[in-house]
């Protein structure tokens, strides 16, 4: 806590000396109550909050800076103040062709809605299924990232030295599907229930490359992927102690996408191929097989100020044979070969954009499960906003995707005052 | 006798052909129109502050900067804009690839995610970031897309205009007939009056300030007043500056992401 302050008000030392720097932010309140008193949590309180964000930025002849700190006080489970620095990077061009940008950064690309096949970038679930802002879903990376442009199109590649896994439901405040008890579990049963995965050990070899090269093909901007590093879900496992521990698999994606307007909205289609390193053949029940996955989307205004957008994507597990067997002997959850998903997205703004209605949906047919997150939110102002929404899971099954989180279903309100 | 034959003939015939004139002049003067508000300069960098009353009178605040670049006099152009107040929309950016006889390309961008999003840009009369101005307003409509009529001419603001009736070639919704007060000298737009199928004056669009920036005349302060919602909104240019040079590299993914700073002014 000391540390913090002390950061602080350094931090406001230096940018008021410092009169160029420029600082904007919020201050915002987030409390999001669980409808499922079953739930195996800590907590009946998936987020009980109160956060300040900073925005710094400089911007010089040769170069700039960006630094995004968030300042929260957390008392959701056990009341603790957090610092993150989400962002924190320096940005110059070399010549007049290539970009840099180095730091802690958020990184995004690809072209689903919420459905990602080529973005292999860090992101936090935990946040996103209990009512933060959108721009809590992508974790930020410490990263070199450089852009080169050519006139036959760009190149785009970024070094993570460091591998973060996505940030999952870890049993405290959302409870999650346990292969080993084959049951949904939270620590609210005991501290052995505590998600806990283990990361690769911090090592040169195990850094991240993420590259994509893009350029315009008859009206469509399409790019390549590639991608060498690890699984960003810890989908393996180790046995220790006769108990699986779970760990992030590695990992070789290869990819494509396509954007364009067509038909008086926007299509886009996305593909990839996942090689999974530790385990080619699909005969290690421990590790996931390869797969492939295609994601095809539309998006258009369908009347005034309201638009729509439909997805499908459909992920296949090569081997499937040696993959069933494998869980099979463990008699764990045997997932069918192709999972599909369909999605949509639909918002409605009103009194001049002030108002918000928003909805998106996932569907699995295939898992039989469905992910709805609905959000309303007022601009009473130009500094507040006040929002309030909902996120609601269910399914057949407690192994599946969504529904092993069917009982994480909360409702939540939230204050914003943006200055 | 003979001669007063001809010379009435003459007359009759001049009257006739003018008649006609009439219909082209009424084009002709629209297209000027149009070219002299959107098309001034090959390109522009603005500074504008948009206010957005509505019927209760409280007042909203954005204030953007502004880059266009024209690609054929009266017809493609790029816009980029670079949202800087309030602060929760503060650093995104915002690109339209404008096609007169086609659907416009749109994109935004949100630092908060690092978010390219292409938008679908179907229809251009949406209101421009919840505005009284929509993305036709903004960006143009065409002057083949409507029949024009001189009705007549008059004085506006101590100016000679003349006044002419729009009717839209296909359908809009809520609007039938537009009435502009064009300035018979320069040709800028110093009013437009718009109707609905009834009748009725539905909205109202003024240049409430014209100034000389680069030798250029600019209608430096616009407004659109919405008569059936009761709000208006100004948009004023805080600062603008023609012919820095503009290049269509800067109207890019590229640029979306990395704001050409040389014409931000910090």
Avoid: C
């Amino acid at each position: 806590m000391k540390h913090i302050v002390r950061t602080l008000i350094l931090l406001l030392t230096a940018t008021t000396i410092s009169a160029q720097v420029e600082i904007d932010g919020f201050v915002q309140s987030l409390y999001s109550g669980r409808t499922d008193k079953s739930n195996p949590t800590s907590t009946e309180y998936p987020a009980s909050e109160s956060r300040l964000q900073l925005r710094l930025e400089d911007i010089g002849d040769n170069g700039e800076m960006f630094a995004r700190l968030d300042f929260l006080y957390d008392g959701a489970d056990s009341s603790q103040y957090v610092f993150e620095l989400r962002e924190a990077y320096l940005k110059f061009r070399l010549g007049s062709n290539l970009d840099f940008k180095l730091g802690r950064q958020i990184l995004t690309w690809g072209t689903g809605d919420l459905l990602f096949i080529n973005d292999l970038f860090t992101k936090d679930y935990r946040s996103f299924f209990i009512g933060r802002d959108d721009q809590y879903l992508k974790a930020p990376q410490d990263a070199i990232r450089t852009e080169y442009y050519s006139p036959i199109g760009s190149f785009d590649f970024v070094w993570t030295p460091r591998f973060e896994g996505n940030r999952l439901p870890t049993g405290e405040r959302l409870s999650y599907y346990n292969p080993s008890t084959g049951q949904i579990v939270g620590t609210g049963l005991g501290e052995q229930f505590l998600f806990d995965p283990i990361p690769p050990k911090a090592a040169f070899k195990n850094s991240e490359i993420a590259a994509r090269f893009s350029r315009q093909l008859a009206g469509f901007n399409s790019s390549l992927y590639f991608y060498h590093g690890f699984y960003k879900n810890p989908l393996g496992a180790r046995i220790v102690d006769s108990v699986p521990i779970p760990l992030y698999p590695r990992l070789n994606a290869y990819g494509f996408s396509l954007r364009g307007a067509v038909f008086s909205g926007v299509l886009w289609i996305e593909g990839g191929f996942f090689d999974s390193r530790d385990d080619r053949s699909g005969d290690n029940p421990l590790m996931p097989n390869s797969s492939i996955i295609g994601l095809i989307g539309f998006e258009r205004q369908v009347a005034t100020n309201l638009t729509a957008n439909i997805q499908w994507q459909a992920d296949a597990i090569l081997d499937y044979d040696r993959y069933k067997t494998g869980q099979m002997q463990t008699s764990a959850f045997v997932r069918d070969e192709i999972r599909h998903l369909l999605t949509t997205r639909i918002t409605k703004l009103l009194l001049d954009e002030n108002l918000n209605l928003s909805s998106f949906l996932f569907y699995s047919p295939t898992d039989e499960d469905i992910y709805l997150r609905l959000s309303t939110s007022y601009k009473y102002s130009d500094e507040i906003t006040i929002a309030a929404g909902g996120n609601i899971f269910d399914g057949n099954s407690q192994a599946t995707e969504f529904g092993q989180f069917q009982k994480n279903d909360n409702l939540w309100t939230k204050a914003t005052y943006n200055f | 006798m003979r001669l007063l034959k001809t010379i009435l003939l003459a007359a009759l015939f001049s009257l006739f052909l003018s008649g006609f004139a009439q219909g082209e002049d009424a084009t002709e003067i629209m297209k000027k129109s149009h070219l002299a508000y959107y098309y001034a300069g090959d390109d522009g960098v603005a500074e504008v502050t948009m206010t957005l009353i509505n019927k209760k009178g409280k007042e909203r605040k954005k204030v953007f900067t502004m880059l266009r670049l024209d690609l054929e006099e009266g017809g493609r152009q790029m816009y980029y804009t670079y949202f800087r107040k309030p602060s929760d929309v503060s650093r995104t950016t915002f690109m339209v690839h404008k096609t007169p006889d086609g659907n416009d390309k749109r994109w935004i961008y949100i630092p908060s995610i690092d978010l390219i999003k292409q938008i679908s840009a179907d229809d251009k009369n949406s209101s421009f970031v919840g505005s009284d101005f929509s993305y036709e307003d903004v960006s143009g409509r065409h002057w083949s897309e409507d029949d024009h009529t001189i009705v007549g001419d008059t004085t506006y603001n101590d100016r000679a205009v003349y006044l002419i009736e729009s009717i839209p070639k296909r359908k809009i919704k809520g609007i039938a007939r537009k009435l502009s007060y064009i300035d018979k000298e320069n040709f800028l737009p110093l009013m437009e009056e718009y109707f609905d199928k009834k009748g009725k004056m539905v909205r109202v669009f003024r240049a409430d300030k014209i100034e000389t920036i680069d030798g250029l005349l600019t209608i430096s302060v616009r407004s659109i007043e919405n008569l059936k919602k009761r709000t208006k909104t100004i948009v004023s240019f805080d600062s603008i500056e023609y012919n820095k040079g503009l290049t269509k590299d800067i109207f890019s993914e590229r640029y979306l992401k990395n704001p050409p700073r040389k014409y931000l002014k910090k």
